[in-house]
């Protein structure tokens, strides 16, 4: 017999030892109650076995850069997918491959090139009293499809042949390479719900919306559609004036999505529209962008929603699944739901009705320059928490270790402007400017990774970057887009100023703010106050301490890519806060990484231990047979691909 969905998300001995979803279950927690490993012996921890994905992508002929997929640890099996989207079933006690099944993603077209379908991993719906639990797995060329668990093989009656073609049913003709999917599904109680990126280069007016759809997880059959850009009649539609609505796109969930199963609510933290930059074509709050939106996952209908940015214009997605989690404030027991945003702002809602825990005010904020742009006068900001990141800029922020470097700092920023958060982006050159410093960049803030939260203690753990990035526009060329403006930095590398390092050193430049450049946050959401915040990777320490000489050290001062810090997740277990990070050398031809375990109360570190490849998915931990291991997907490039598991190593 089988029990109902929610029963078998509920079940204590399977949460305490598997791992039901790539965010660790349908809240998106991140959390285990494994606690075989302990900050007393995480010393002992040692490579268990690896996995390389060639194995099974080296018969396809192609090779991917990025592996990047989190397994699941479902009845005593892990699953996941490869850069391919192929789908796959290890062993957990040796990474022995069980089975593998190809559907063949790259005979489609692919946005950009095959080299970069990538995958987070798959879902996974434990059945009912009629059927068996199965894998549910969207292709980055929009194919969705279910496989049995024992043996990977398609249900043939689901959809066509055992598979959905996503491109039909948004209501709209879509070009195929416009879209892509990374993120897997989410399945709440028998509805597969799924969003996708829509890759918006910045050029054009009209793009493919990124409308949300449910399907029946047993047949396939498309249950719903919400409009995720209102359309004619609908609520909201109001706010897309002149019609922006018929032609404007994106507005898509790109990351990940969480479920309440008991409510039956579905949770989707959606994105900027067309076009991120410029909102001169798209005049209006344009819901339902940048929002985070309640639906019943049954029927699609809109529960409740909130918009985080009014006409966005600073490509402030958001971008992380959101954390669902149970709290208690003033002594009242609250469902909540906590959305973490790019701007590094945590809002609180209680779950069932949408209300905020804490005020969220409006305040005024700047308005734009660029002629045809109409901003909104005020955005929303939340009262608790405080934010988790350096929010906006201005001189008392820049870098000061030596005078030469902070005068060379401000000799740099005379060139932009500088101002709070929300500040919007300006014509290239207006008044002599170049642009403004946007803080938190648009890999700012939180990212996809997310956060992870601790039910016990209410306290959520955030690893977050500053990453100032430089917005400025210039008219559209006639000849290549009928915008207005469009944004200058597509083609400028690096897209941020950086101060030179005197002397040249370990590096020949640096971030152009004070540290921290990335962190490490807790916050107790049952008060809604920062527990503790340290910097997450040293940064260039090495560079500044040979800087000042007299064998100072400065200290861990955050990792400086944003790229690689927002490759870095938080895994929070019974004992510690355990990450995995990136750790980019001078010499990019070998890359390094780094793992991490931190007291969970205090936020000291107490254990690190360097690896000779690169992290590259959210790290997973489950328990197999006696033993508590944890796993993560790593290399790239010309590097192996692999997945490595760890586990405590067994002493004579």
């Known amino acids: ?91 957990p006690g040796t990474g022995r491959l069980l089975w593998s099944y190809d559907p063949r993603a790259y005979d489609f077209p692919i946005p950009a090139d095959r080299n970069k379908l990538e995958s987070r991993g798959v879902a996974y719906w434990p059945g009912d009293l009629d059927n068996d639990g199965r894998l549910v797995f969207a292709t980055g060329t929009l194919q969705l499809l279910t496989l049995t668990l024992d043996s990977g093989q398609l249900y043939p009656e689901f959809g066509d042949q055992g598979i959905v073609d996503l491109s039909r049913g948004l209501g709209v003709e879509i070009d195929r390479e416009q879209y892509n999917i990374k993120s897997p599904p989410t399945v709440c109680r028998d509805t597969v719900v799924v969003g996708a990126i829509v890759n918006d280069q910045g050029y054009t007016q009209t793009m493919s919306p990124g409308h949300v759809r449910g399907y029946d997880v047993r047949t396939g059959e498309m249950k719903w559609i919400f409009h995720t850009i209102p359309q004619e009649g609908e609520f909201g539609v109001e706010t897309w004036e002149e019609g922006a609505w018929r032609y404007t796109g994106s507005t898509n969930v790109w990351s990940m999505m969480s479920c309440d199963e008991e409510l039956g609510y579905v949770y989707l933290p959606i994105g900027t529209p067309t076009n991120d930059w410029y909102g001169g074509h798209r005049l209006g709050d344009n819901l339902f962008a940048e929002s985070l939106v309640a639906l019943e996952a049954e029927t699609g209908n809109r529960v409740w929603h909130f918009q985080g940015v009014h006409h966005g214009v600073w490509d402030y997605d958001f971008p992380a699944p959101p954390n669902l989690v149970d709290i208690t404030v003033d002594g009242r027991p609250i469902k909540a739901v906590a959305q973490l945003s790019k701007q590094a702002f945590t809002y609180v809602f209680d779950r069932v009705t949408g209300k905020p825990v804490w005020p969220i005010e409006e305040r005024p904020v700047p308005q734009s320059t660029v002629p045809g742009e109409r901003m909104s006068p005020t955005q929303p900001f939340p009262t608790r928490p405080p934010p988790f990141d350096r929010q906006g800029l201005a001189e008392d922020d820049l870098i000061d270790f030596t005078p030469a470097l902070r005068t060379s700092a401000l000799e740099i920023v005379r060139d932009f402007v500088l101002g709070p958060l929300f500040t919007p982006p300006i014509v290239a050159g207006e008044n002599g400017k170049e642009g403004v410093i946007q803080v938190p960049g648009i890999m700012g803030g939180a990212n996809w990774p997310g956060g992870a939260f601790d039910p016990e203690s209410g306290i959520l753990y955030v690893q977050s970057s500053t990453f100032p990035f430089v917005t400025a526009l210039t008219p559209g060329n006639p000849d290549e887009s009928d915008l207005r403006y469009t944004f200058e930095d597509w083609a400028r590398e690096p897209p941020w100023p950086r101060v030179p390092l005197p002397g040249g050193g370990l590096s020949a430049e640096l971030p152009l703010v004070k540290p921290p450049y990335s962190r490490l946050t807790a916050i107790d959401l049952n008060s809604g106050e920062i527990v503790w915040q340290v910097p997450h990777g040293d940064g260039p320490r090495e560079a500044i301490n040979e800087l000042l000489g007299n064998d100072r050290d400065v200290g861990p001062l955050g990792l400086m890519s944003a790229t690689a810090a927002n490759a870095s997740a938080p895994l929070v277990t019974k004992t510690l806060l355990f990450t995995t990070q990136r750790n980019p050398p001078v010499d990019r031809s070998a890359p390094t990484g780094v793992m991490r375990a931190f007291d969970k109360a205090t936020g000291e570190m107490v254990w690190e231990r360097m690896i000779g490849t690169e992290p590259d998915g959210a790290p997973m931990t489950y328990a197999f047979e006696g033993k508590q291991y944890f796993v993560f997907a790593t290399g790239g490039g010309d590097h192996p691909r692999e997945l490595r598991a760890y586990a405590l190593a067994s002493r004579p």
């Open 1 to 91: 017999m089988f029990l109902t969905a929610s029963a078998c998300v509920q079940r204590p001995e399977r949460a305490n030892s598997e791992w039901h979803a790539v965010t660790g279950d349908s809240h998106s927690t991140k959390y285990s109650a494994a606690d075989q490993i302990t900050p007393d012996n995480i010393r002992d921890l040692a490579l268990a076995w690896t996995w390389q994905v060639g194995d099974v992508e080296q018969p396809t002929g192609y090779r991917t850069q990025r592996f990047r997929a989190t397994p699941l640890m479902v009845n005593g099996r892990l699953y996941l997918s490869t850069g391919l989207n192929l789908v796959v079933a290890l062993d």
